[in-house]
């Protein structure tokens, strides 16, 4: 890939050539980027002819007529358009990777469940092969739900490229480096960043450090958001400077490659005869971005009680229902615990909307044993759960000085739609069988005293 080409600062100014080493800053920003100078066309998106020899071309993520403040298009000037990037299509097996629905009948989702890590197998995987789908909720049909996947990545995809046209794909690092050479540009992503990948976007995968494994929430529905903030104002929580948009580079590369297209649920493939990543400008305000976790910057409680875990949303997929996400992606960081005579860690509950968590690093403190980097867990729609024995005993019982939570690092994808269980995730995955023996030990305590019996 070529490097950015910035352009030339007028005489006599000096500043930085090029913005944060690769990236535009901005959540749903309209950026405007190019590879080679004058490629992108001033004031206009279709001229006559444009520059370079090349072609224009709209990437619509919502449909035209789209609220202004949802309505995302980017226009690509390009080597050729896509449609020379597709030849026939022929239907491919990828039997890890499912879609909704997808209820296996001899699979009982009705259940608390929690995962160690997956392990890598020792067999070669890219992000095709090595797509491990847990989950799946709703319908890819109709446009709503979405699956929940482990990735393992020994190797990059080579002259393989690849576009969901199902999905937006939210993806959570636990382990290893990989690279999205994407068509509007480059992403790298390490742990404690998270990525997400338009539906639409055409691109590859290599591996920067392997292996590496990892979470993806596919997301069928309308595209992830930041969510309003209400009460708490401008700022905190994700701050859409953090957000990184890639700016334009490309390949101008023959070679024989394979376009592989995920579309309703069906894997496809076809043969050409050179790179797609071929936009050499783009502008526009649909495009993949990344960004650091560590930038969150949370909000709780500073007297009393515990909040929902709606404070802690990243990002949000609304679903059409106000306040029903089809998605909320969820995060637990580190963080400082001040909340006086109060039970701090998560509470005992049962919710409408299923809760698929994972743990990127460190300790989860409703769960201090068994919830491990790289696992995940499952409380399925009103399926109730809370902090195992350890962690109601120590809250119940600690000294409530100001504290604070280290080394933690976990998520949950919550969607309004129960979650069905992949065959996979009940018979190849590591499936902790004893998970509900964390809360064996919850002893019943009432003794008719009102200080119960401790
Ligand atoms: O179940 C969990 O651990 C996630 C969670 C955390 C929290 O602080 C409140 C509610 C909730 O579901
Ligand atoms: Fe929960």
Redesign the pocket.
């Known amino acids: 890939m070529r490097d950015t080409v910035s352009e030339p600062l007028p005489e006599g100014m000096t500043g930085a050539p090029s913005l944060s080493g690769g990236y535009a800053p901005g959540f749903g920003n309209d950026f405007e980027t190019e590879a080679l100078p004058g490629a992108l066309p001033r004031g206009m998106n279709s001229p006559q002819r444009c520059a370079y020899g090349l072609y224009a071309e709209q990437l619509s993520g919502t449909p035209f007529t789209a609220p202004r403040g949802q309505n995302e298009r980017t226009w690509c000037y390009r080597i050729r358009p896509s449609v020379k990037h597709m030849g026939r299509m022929s239907r491919i097996d990828l039997p890890y990777w499912k879609s909704a629905p997808h209820v296996d009948p001899e699979v009982t989702s009705l259940g608390q469940y929690r995962w160690d890590p997956v392990p890598h197998a020792g067999e070669a995987l890219t992000w095709l092969t090595g797509m491990r789908t847990m989950t799946t909720a709703g319908d890819v049909n109709t446009q709503v739900g979405m699956a929940a996947h482990v990735y393992l990545v020994t190797e990059g995809m080579g002259d393989t490229y690849f576009y969901s046209a199902d999905s937006e794909l939210l993806v959570v690092p636990q382990e290893g480096r990989l690279r999205f050479a994407t068509e509007l540009g480059v992403i790298d992503l390490a742990p404690q960043e998270v990525a997400v990948i338009p539906r639409g976007m055409v691109y590859r995968v290599d591996l920067l450090e392997g292996p590496a494994r990892g979470f993806v929430c596919e997301n069928y529905g309308q595209k992830f958001d930041l969510p309003d903030r209400g009460p708490i104002g401008a700022n905190c929580l994700a701050n859409p400077r953090d957000f990184l948009a890639p700016v334009a580079c490309f390949e101008d590369r023959d070679c024989e490659a394979r376009m592989v297209v995920k579309w309703c649920g069906a894997f496809h493939e076809s043969r050409i005869d050179h790179s797609p990543l071929d936009v050499i400008a783009w502008h526009g305000n649909y495009a993949p971005v990344k960004y650091d976790l560590k930038t969150f910057s949370p909000v709780g409680a500073i007297l009393f009680d ?4 709606s404070i ?1 949303t990243v990002l949000t997929a609304p679903s059409g229902v106000p306040g029903t996400a089809n998605i909320d992606f ?1 995060l ?1 960081r580190d963080r400082w615990n001040v909340a006086e005579g109060t039970f701090r ?3 005992y ?1 049962k ?1 409408v909307m299923s ?1 698929l ?1 994972g743990n990127i690093h460190g300790v ?1 403190d ?2 201090p044993q068994g919830f491990v980097p790289g696992g995940m ?1 499952l ?1 399925n729609m009103m399926l109730p ?3 195992d024995e350890d962690a109601f005993r120590a809250a119940s019982l600690a000294d409530l000085a100001p504290s604070k939570l280290e080394d933690t690092m ?1 998520f ?1 994808f ?1 969607t309004r739609f129960p979650q069905h269980l992949t065959r996979f995730a009940a018979e190849e995955a590591p499936l902790q069988d004893d998970y509900v023996e964390c809360w064996a030990a919850l002893r019943k305590r009432f003794d008719g005293t009102p200080e119960g019996d401790w």
Do not use: I, L, R, T
Not at 306 to 309: G, N, V
């Open positions: 515990h909040p929902d875990p802690f969820v637990f860690p998560p509470w509950h919710n809760e968590m989860y409703a769960k867990s409380h759960h809370g902090p976990a949950m919550e």
